[in-house]
């Protein structure tokens, strides 16, 4: 007598985990158990259309072995706001950031950078005053960024 009280606590149990999982209102065992198979199909349904979704992204349409980086450069009033973002870290990849900021003419003025798994780089870099050769524009900034991720030595 006790093993079958204790068999009909543990599924009563088990029911109430069911329909707090499931989100469900109902009390009798049948209406918990068709609420949790409801709360299955339109989770099912909810994969499917995330799958489809992430088929149809363009980021899956190209393929490639490389991490593509994103560089993005923005004018400040007196220099760049660049920042650096790749899925993966190559040694020495920020050191040849560096030298091209300094083959630019671009002083850091401050940065903030992470290697570990993925490699980030914030930087904000100001034009040096000997440099009058010419005017750094954003584009050549973000050129000679990707100039220097692609000639990377540790690439």
Request: aromatic share 4%.
């Amino acid at each position: 007598m006790v093993s079958r009280e204790k068999k009909r606590a543990s599924l009563h149990e088990k029911l109430q985990i069911l329909r707090t999982l499931t989100h469900s209102h109902a009390v009798n065992k049948l209406s918990i158990i068709s609420d949790a198979s409801t709360y299955i199909k339109d989770l099912k349904q909810k994969i499917a259309a995330l799958n489809k979704l992430e088929i149809a992204s363009p980021q899956n349409t190209n393929i490639s072995e490389e991490p593509l980086p994103v560089v993005r450069v923005q004018v400040l009033e007196k220099g760049f706001l660049i920042n650096v973002f790749m899925d993966k870290t190559i040694p020495g990849l920020l050191s040849s950031i560096l030298e091209a900021f300094d083959e630019l003419g671009l002083t850091v003025i401050e940065a903030r950078a992470s290697c570990s798994s993925s490699f980030r780089l914030q930087a904000v870099g100001g034009e040096q005053e000997e440099e009058t050769d010419g005017v750094i524009d954003a584009p050549a900034v973000e050129l000679a960024v990707m100039q220097a991720i692609r000639s990377c030595p540790g690439k």
